[in-house]
């Protein structure tokens, strides 16, 4: 089956102590992203990958870090999250810009 | 700035009735506009796209209208059903631009047996 996968999908921990939310997707895709999801605000993209080791910053990039060492994996890794980054989060990829975006369950975090 | 405007936070329906969601966006560029449909404790699904050279597309039940003079996009959905209820996300992009999309903030549609 086709799908997304993100772990863990909920959290709950402490300022400061580094978290990574992991992303894989099976369907060979080469564009991949992060979104958060805040009350009134929709969607905003934190990061995205065309491709392996190819990364750029969206409109909420502060605070967090991404990486793209193979194809199927984009973990988000927030070195030392803050109570403004309690969010729910979706990972996302799509065989490219033109292309549907396939969204994974999304990851609640919450920074104490 | 919200660059995308989804003004209506939620809207409900009669089943069998018309839905109507509006989009309104301010950057003339974008030239790819996106409706994507989202259940509680789900993630967005894709429901239906559009580019700047055509002004209607449809599939199926579902049909997006784009005035770009208006800067305006509206999803409409005939006939309503009750599946139908969830939140629905307007998205647009600027092609061969960037690869970012920039999302409303949603319309959250009910729709009444």
């Known amino acids: 089956e086709a799908q997304v996968t993100q772990n863990p999908r909920y959290l709950i921990t402490v300022t400061g102590k580094k978290l990574t939310v992991t992303c894989s997707q099976n369907?060979?895709?080469?564009?991949m992203s992060w979104y958060r999801q805040d009350p009134g605000l929709g969607l905003r993209q934190i990061y995205y990958s065309m491709n392996v080791e190819v990364t750029d910053k969206g409109d909420v990039p502060e605070g967090y870090k991404v990486s793209r060492k193979e194809k199927r994996n984009f973990p988000l890794i927030l070195e030392s999250p803050s109570p403004n980054q309690t969010s729910l989060y979706f990972c996302?990829?799509?065989?490219?810009?033109?292309?549907?975006?396939?969204f994974g369950d999304g990851t609640r975090l919450s920074i104490l | 700035d919200q660059q995308v405007k989804q003004n209506s936070p939620s809207l409900s329906v009669q089943e069998g009735r018309i839905s109507i969601l509006n989009c309104d966006y301010t950057?003339?560029?974008?030239?790819?506009f996106l409706w994507y449909k989202k259940y509680p404790a789900e993630g967005p699904t894709f429901l239906i796209s559009i580019s700047s050279i055509k002004d209607k597309n449809e599939d199926g039940r579902f049909t997006v209208f784009l005035n770009k003079s208006a800067k305006h996009l509206s999803l409409h959905i005939v006939p309503s059903q009750p599946g139908d209820s969830a939140v629905y996300f307007c998205?647009?992009?600027?092609?061969?631009?960037?690869?970012?999309?920039?999302w409303g903030a949603g319309t959250k549609l009910i729709i009444k047996p």
């Open positions: 998205a647009a992009s600027v092609l061969l631009l960037s690869y970012q999309l920039i």
């Open positions: 369907m060979n895709h080469e564009y």
């Open positions: 996302a990829s799509s065989l490219g810009q033109l292309q549907p975006q396939h």
């Open positions: 950057n003339s560029m974008f030239d790819y």
